[in-house]
């Protein structure tokens, strides 16, 4: 039997891992500056990458690497090519020595790079020391490194990569160069897939790959692990149903088509996805999260337009939200995000997360579909500009603010018009005095309602879009 010839399959984040400056996608302020740096010759001695999961703080350190010590760089631009480039791309090199600080975080596993420090490069211009996971450190470990770190010889740098920066002590960040790399938005992860896909031959649908990028929260890493998971599953034509399938994700269209639900007032509609949502096994939490991400895109498109750059959606996307953006103000729309927000901290908490997300999506239909007290001033406004009724309307203003209302302005009387001369009459007997009336109860001082006329608040009702009156009748005591 002969041998069956067996093809290695590499991973997609392995494959594809950036190798210059230019392969980096979504962290261009970070880019720039490491470009400038090097062209210019400002090298700092130390450098600390902060940010999440899969964005780049690794890659970046190498490439930085490679950038410094490249024997026939193209610029900034490593070659990628000469000893130096292609050693420390493999993990070969001995003058780029990195440490997983996660595993080795004592002071014995520092004590190596302290002594290492001394020597002078072999091949290379810097001897560059890479600390992933730096927050692992002990307390100890840093401070071995702190005098290092502070004066270390002309040929050595140090980069240091975390993911949580709040815990490097501040003694060690104020003597490096801090980035903090960000999340990568969606429609640039949507676009790198892209790329890929049409270099691996792969067939895949652009909502698919939406779905990968919202599955991956930011992350490259992630969203190439999960392509490829995908087309191991399925091969290569890869549908939204198989992303949505595999990832426990709600579609495009039904999370749009729930925020519209919202927007309309429609209740019956949002109680009928949530159940559609609930019973398809969807995780609920994420449906909130991508909610709340949907309506972020929809402040930010009503402030900024739809050409801004912090829209974190795609074209399909933008289309939707433009439309959408037209069933409520913008002070509706932030007020329906806060709820948002506050639903999604109150669901670490409950018991029964589908009560709350139901009764909280009611009152966000609520939100976007009731006159404000905001519009209802204005609306007065408008009359008071529109009729001669301005003092009325004046007082109105203060009763819907709740000030006490003001006296009302004396109109001044015209003089009296001259009376005709009477001939002098006959004494008359005097009148009997009368009997004294009782007093009389004050009279009752006059209600809001009293102050709105038909008039007013028919203008006020057809002014504003959804405002409703309710006639509060006084219960007989």
């Excluded at 004066?151 to 960040?173: H, Q, S």
């Excluded at 290569?236 to 919202?262: H, M, N, P, Q, Y």
Aim: net charge neutral; proline share 8%.
């Amino acid at each position: 039997m002969g041998r069956m010839s067996e093809k290695t399959h590499i991973a997609l984040p392995l494959k594809y891992r950036p190798m210059t400056f230019a392969d980096v996608v979504g962290q261009e302020h970070v880019v720039k500056t490491l470009r400038h740096a090097i062209e210019s010759g400002r090298i700092a001695n130390a450098y600390l990458f902060i940010g999440p999961r899969g964005i780049g703080k690794t890659t970046m350190s190498r490439i930085f690497a490679k950038a410094l010590n490249c024997t026939s760089p193209n610029g900034a631009e490593p070659c990628g090519k000469c000893p130096n480039c292609t050693e420390i791309a493999a993990g070969r090199s001995i003058d780029v020595v990195e440490l997983d600080a996660a595993s080795h975080n004592k002071v014995e596993d520092v004590k190596p790079i302290i002594e290492a420090v001394q020597f002078r490069p072999t091949s290379a211009k810097y001897r560059i020391f890479i600390i992933d996971e730096c927050h692992m450190l002990s307390a100890s470990a840093w401070n071995a490194l702190l005098k290092t770190l502070e004066e270390p010889p002309p040929w050595a740098r140090f980069v240091f990569a975390t993911t949580e920066g709040d815990k490097v002590l501040a003694t060690i960040v104020s003597r490096c160069q801090r980035f903090d790399l960000r999340r990568i938005q969606t429609h640039e992860i949507v676009g790198r897939l892209k790329h890929i896909c049409s270099l691996e031959g792969i067939d895949a649908e652009e909502d698919a790959l939406l779905a990968i990028a919202r599955g991956a929260d930011g992350g490259m890493r992630d969203a190439l692990s999960s392509l490829d998971q995908l087309v191991a599953f399925k091969g290569d034509k890869v549908t939204e149903e198989d992303a949505l399938g595999v990832f426990g994700l709600v579609s495009r269209s039904a999370l749009e088509g729930l925020a519209g639900a919202i927007l309309a007032g429609d209740a019956a509609e949002i109680l009928s996805k949530i159940d559609l949502f609930d019973s398809a096994g969807k995780n609920m939490r994420r449906v909130v999260a991508e909610l709340t991400g949907h309506f972020r895109n929809l402040v930010v498109l009503q402030a900024l337009g739809a050409d801004s750059k912090c829209l974190e959606a795609t074209g399909d996307q933008i289309a939707v939200l433009t439309e959408q953006a037209k069933l409520a103000g913008p002070g509706r729309v932030f007020r329906i995000c806060d709820l948002l927000a506050d639903m999604e901290d109150k669901l670490r908490r409950v018991l029964s997360p589908r009560t709350l997300i139901e009764m909280s999506l009611l009152r966000a239909s609520r939100i976007a579909t009731t006159a404000t007290v905001e519009e209802l001033m204005r609306a007065v406004r408008a009359l008071r500009d529109g009729d001669g009724k301005a003092e009325r309307i004046e007082r109105v203003e203060e009763v819907v603010k709740g000030d006490p209302p003001s006296p009302p302005r004396s109109v001044p009387q015209p003089p009296p018009l001259p009376q005709p001369s009477r001939p002098v009459e006959p004494d008359r007997p005097a009148r009997p005095p009368q009997p004294a009336q009782p007093p009389q109860p004050p009279k009752p001082a006059m209600g809001r309602s009293a102050i709105l006329n038909d008039e007013l608040i028919n203008g006020i009702v057809s002014a504003v879009p959804g405002a409703q009156v309710i006639d509060i009748k006084e219960s007989p005591r």
